[in-house]
């Protein structure tokens, strides 16, 4: 040991019974020797045998019967809170899923039905407005060109349920997560 | 843990199976036979009450038996709700700890009929263990939760990285961190006691 550095490294180490049988030799002929190690190891050492020992309050007469009570209310009450926020969760859903189809039908449908129009004209013009762009767009447009009428027919039966199922799978995921928050929330009385 | 394994894992299994059957005996013994190293443990941690604290911690319990492994034992997985438990009352109040209130309701340590204590080392007693609250007061939670476990339960390194899920290269520099807080608290204490 070549100092009171190495000293402060050993003490955790002693105080955890780690050290070999020279160590500990060392380790207390540094305590004789220096001063300010033996306080410093004095005042860890009383801390941690304080703390250990240290008087803890006796539970109450009634701690345990007065604890099952409690815990078996708070099972119950739980219990009671899943089943209807799982009801909840399961009228929210389809509420949000009969809303995602009608707007489907208003909002969704018309909206690609534009949109695969517009992306004919915008392509048919595309030598004028995306000049930089040529090459990709010609491929696309090519495609589209090729699919000619039925372009915005498969856009829509294509992406219907994709969109859909991708919603509805949100949907469920969200809900599961709140179920499952729920679940483990606890509740005390 | 040694310690902390008061019954036989197939006597805990079986009490462990019929608490969640709803056996109310069965928990009841199994409240009983960790209330004191909960108790323990949330007094140190945040000071008074300890008690409210080990009943909510007792509860949580109750409400996740049916998650628990019942091949492993009790205490580890008793010991991890109590220390997210104290760190959520102690967040929750915006404070390392709560001041301890000194000899309120406190077990009685045994004393021999025939030796009557020393007046002088009653008080620096007393004064020691004031010294020390202090000193764990100022010693953040996630230092002194694994500090407790260390030197007061006497769990291995290895366990505590367990059960509080962490390197165990963490746990140890939060124990030395934690010790070195306690030490330089105590300093002056020892300085003032003349050694």
């Known amino acids: ?26 380790f207390d002929r540094h305590l004789t020797i220096c001063r300010d190690c ?35 209310m708070a099972k119950r009450l739980l219990a009671r809170r899943q089943k ?34 517009n992306l004919l004209r915008a392509l048919s013009a595309s030598d004028v407005i995306f000049n930089t762009l040529n090459r990709f767009l010609s491929g696309l447009k090519t495609i589209l060109i090729s699919l000619g009428d039925k372009a915005p027919q498969l856009l829509l039966h294509g992406a219907a349920p994709v969109l859909y199922g991708y919603l509805t799978a949100l949907i469920i ?5 709140l179920i499952r928050r729920i679940r483990y929330r606890a509740i005390f009385i | 843990m040694a310690t902390h394994s008061p019954e036989p894992v197939s006597d805990q299994l079986d009490l462990i199976k019929r608490a969640c059957a ?19 443990y949330c007094h140190r941690m945040v000071g008074s009450g300890a008690e409210d604290a080990a009943q909510e911690i007792f509860i949580k319990l109750y409400l996740s038996l ?15 709700i109590s220390h997210n438990h104290c760190l959520d009352i102690l967040k929750r109040k915006g404070i390392r700890t709560i001041p301890i209130e000194t000899d309120a309701g406190y077990e009685k340590v045994p004393q021999l009929r025939d030796k009557m204590p020393d007046p002088e080392e009653t008080v620096q007693k007393a004064e020691l263990r004031d010294e020390v609250n202090h000193a764990m ?9 694994p500090l407790i476990m260390r030197h007061v ?18 746990v140890k520099a939060r124990i030395h961190r934690g010790r070195k807080i306690l030490q330089q608290k105590l300093m002056r204490f020892v300085i003032a006691d003349g050694e």
Request: hydrophobic residues 50%; glycine residues 6%.
């Open chain 1, 173 to 177: 995921m969200v809900s599961f997560i």
């Open chain 2, 66 to 80: 049916d998650r628990f492994d019942v091949s492993k034992p009790v205490a580890p997985f008793l010991f991890r």
């Open chain 1, 84 to 117: 209807v926020m799982a009801w909840f969760l399961a009228g929210l859903t389809v509420i949000i899923s009969t809303l995602i189809l009608a707007s489907w039908t208003i909002i969704f449908q018309p909206a690609l039905k534009w949109a695969a129009l």
């Open chain 2, 153 to 170: 339960d006497e769990i291995s390194y290895e366990e505590i990285s367990r059960i509080l899920k962490l390197p165990i290269g963490t």
């Open chain 1, 38 to 72: 033996a306080r410093e190891f004095k005042a860890l050492q009383l801390g941690l045998n304080m703390l250990a020992s240290m008087p803890v309050p006796e539970p109450a007469p009634g701690f345990t019967s007065e604890t099952v009570k409690k815990a078996f």
């Open chain 2, 22 to 40: 709803g056996d109310k005996d069965a928990f009841g013994k199994i409240v009983n036979l960790y209330r004191r190293m909960v108790i323990g």
């Open chain 2, 137 to 145: 007061a100022a010693i953040p939670p996630l230092y002194r939760s």
């Open chain 1, 1 to 26: 040991m070549s100092g009171c550095i190495d000293f402060q490294r050993l003490m955790h180490r002693y105080l955890d019974g780690e050290v070999s049988q020279g160590e500990k030799a060392l």
